[in-house]
């Protein structure tokens, strides 16, 4: 058991898997982000899985028409930007239910893509692989050549910071800019007084409805992004239902953070880690156990969402307005 718990350790710590954990929690940073936008303003949204699944498709039918990455995350953002229109006409004016609402985007989605895959690529609802200008390629930062030989720096610049491509550096450089936008600007201001008092706001003469309606356009670039970072960036193409719940672990890494950026990014590392430790430890045999199956695994990630849901994230308190249409009163 020793030697086990040994080569676990020494895989938790080795940079390939530190490298792997940060790739793996690109996409859940960009969902939870999107989240935070959209449920700091008061609206809820699970409908992140359905917009991260279709900006998927659209980016990898796109990039793989067109041969341009660039064009591929212009659709991606687009399609995304759309859903999250209609979530927010749902939400919003029509002052529908969101929990249904973003229900229906997943159910949506998830069909849509497998459909139209289908019936243009046939391939079993896959798009065609992708080629190389297709994709977003690594990018290698200033003086990685020049520290690549000095000892422990080198390494950690070479393997863990430079080599990634630009959406993963954007989803990290988006956690100061989102809470720069949140608690330093006019706007981040009054998204936050939406979620919490819309009546207030609207007191004040500020359009409740159009607030809401710029931070579901802010959900839906971010989550544009998250699909595009998994079909033409960590991946060469478009696999059916390829979000594999990255959304609803997203959501339960923005309560886990109590909807605050940084926090949401130490936990969406966390669920990166995990994940990049399932997969460097499928295989490997347990001491009187035996091989685990791959199964155990690939579940961890969704065992860790419970348990740390179920009682180790103490109170947390959403926006109190939050999944409540607002109703302008009449004088």
Not at 52 to 77: E, I, P
Request: charged share 10%; hydrophobic share 55%; glycine share 12%.
């Amino acid at each position: 058991m020793l030697d086990f718990l040994s080569a676990i350790f020494a895989i938790i710590f080795n940079l390939s898997t530190l490298d792997a954990a940060v790739r793996l929690s690109t996409p859940l940073l960009l969902a939870a982000l999107a989240g935070l936008f959209s449920e700091r303003s008061g609206i809820f949204d699970i409908g992140l899985e359905g917009k991260m699944l279709a900006a998927a498709f659209a980016a990898g039918a796109a990039a793989g028409v067109t041969g341009s990455a660039w064009l591929g995350l212009a659709a991606g953002v687009v399609i995304s930007i759309a859903l999250a229109l209609v979530h927010g006409f749902a939400s919003i004016t029509a002052r529908g239910n969101q929990i249904v609402s973003g229900v229906a985007i997943n159910f949506f989605a998830a069909g849509l893509t497998v459909l139209l895959g289908q019936a243009w690529f046939h391939q079993g609802g896959r798009t065609p692989q992708l080629g190389p200008g297709a994709r977003f390629g690594e990018v290698d930062l200033p003086g990685a050549d020049v520290l690549k030989d000095v000892p422990v720096i080198g390494d950690i610049y070479n393997h863990l910071v430079s080599g990634h491509n630009i959406l993963v550096y954007a989803a990290f450089l988006a956690v100061p800019f989102s809470w720069w936008v949140l608690y330093r600007t006019r706007f981040g201001l009054r998204l936050r007084a939406v979620g919490e008092n819309p009546a207030a706001v609207d007191t004040a003469g500020i359009s409740v409805a159009w607030l809401r309606y710029r931070a579901v356009i802010c959900t839906g670039i971010l989550c544009g992004l998250a699909g595009t970072y998994l079909s033409i960036a960590q991946s060469a193409g478009f696999n059916r239902d390829m979000t594999a719940g990255r959304g609803f672990i997203a959501l339960a890494a923005l309560i886990f953070a109590k909807w605050k950026p940084v926090p949401a990014m130490f936990a969406c590392l966390l669920f990166g880690m995990l994940d990049a430790v399932a997969i460097r430890l499928q295989g490997q045999a347990i001491p009187g156990v035996g091989v685990v199956p791959v199964q155990f695994f690939q579940a961890l990630p969704y065992i860790l969402t419970v348990i740390l849901l179920a009682g180790f994230i103490g109170k947390a308190i959403p926006p109190k307005a939050g999944g409540v249409a607002y109703v302008k009163e009449r004088t």
